[in-house]
């Protein structure tokens, strides 16, 4: 069965480096992993996307590994600012082409 | 460029009543979305629209219809609100098609309670 898993939360402090990671076992051949960042209130965001090794943009970098069976969202040096819910998203498309959302990592930011 | 707009922001239904969320984008993409956001679950696909004149259900279709008015347009029904149907409803649209895991534009959602 389709199933993307995420850790429910997370502590952090302003400037370390913080890793999320989503375990997609079922993941097909030709999925994408992606990212979305939510603030409260809000629609979620498009952080990053990737299909395999190693994905860096301006705000994180995303690595899979050979096997693709997870992902690990990494976040420089967070702010405050990135106090948020992050979600990975993975295409199951050997099982009738869902779109999987994990539950969410609250990741919480402290000064 | 108001990107991917819903109405309304919210609502308070009782049970038995009918209603319809609608969702527009302004970014000439082909797929749209409507997801339900609920404590503890994430984001769970209700239904979703490749392209124009086309719908499939998604991870939890049940109650819901949809119609996909226009490239534009893709509106959310409920025909008889259930207390299981209070969530927050975000519609989302992509380029290309949801044959692929594309980058995905999100409305600011609709809360809705049912009484």
């Known amino acids: 069965l389709a199933k993307t898993t995420q850790p429910i939360s997370m502590d952090s402090y302003e400037g370390q480096e913080v890793n999320i990671t989503c375990s997609h076992n079922?993941?097909?051949?030709?999925?994408?992993i992606t990212w979305y960042q939510q603030f409260p209130s809000q629609g979620p965001r498009f952080i990053i996307q990737?299909?395999?090794t190693k994905v860096t943009n301006e705000v994180a970098s995303l690595f899979i590994p050979a096997d693709r069976k997870s992902s690990t969202l990494s976040l420089p040096r967070v702010s405050l600012s990135d106090t948020a819910v992050y979600y990975c998203l993975v295409g199951y498309y050997n099982q009738g082409g869902k779109l999987i959302f994990g539950q969410g990592t609250e990741l919480s930011v402290k000064p | 460029n108001a990107g991917v707009t819903q109405t309304p922001k919210f609502q308070v239904l009782k049970t038995g009543q009918s209603m319809t969320l609608q969702c527009a984008q302004d970014?000439?993409?082909?797929?749209m979305y409507w997801y339900r956001q609920d404590p503890g679950m994430g984001l769970r696909l209700i239904y979703y629209s490749a392209s124009e004149g086309t719908t499939d259900k998604g991870e939890v279709p049940n109650g819901y219809n949809v119609s996909r008015l226009n490239k534009r347009e893709f509106s959310l029904r409920l025909e008889s609100a259930a207390p299981s149907q209070t969530s927050v409803y975000f519609c989302?649209?992509?380029?290309?098609?949801?044959?692929?895991?594309?980058?995905?534009?999100f409305g600011p959602g609709t809360r809705l309670t049912v009484l």
């Open positions: 990737g299909y395999k």
């Open positions: 989302a649209s992509s380029e290309v098609g949801a044959d692929v895991t594309d980058t995905q534009y």
């Open positions: 079922n993941i097909a051949t030709n999925d994408y």
């Open positions: 970014m000439n993409h082909n797929s």
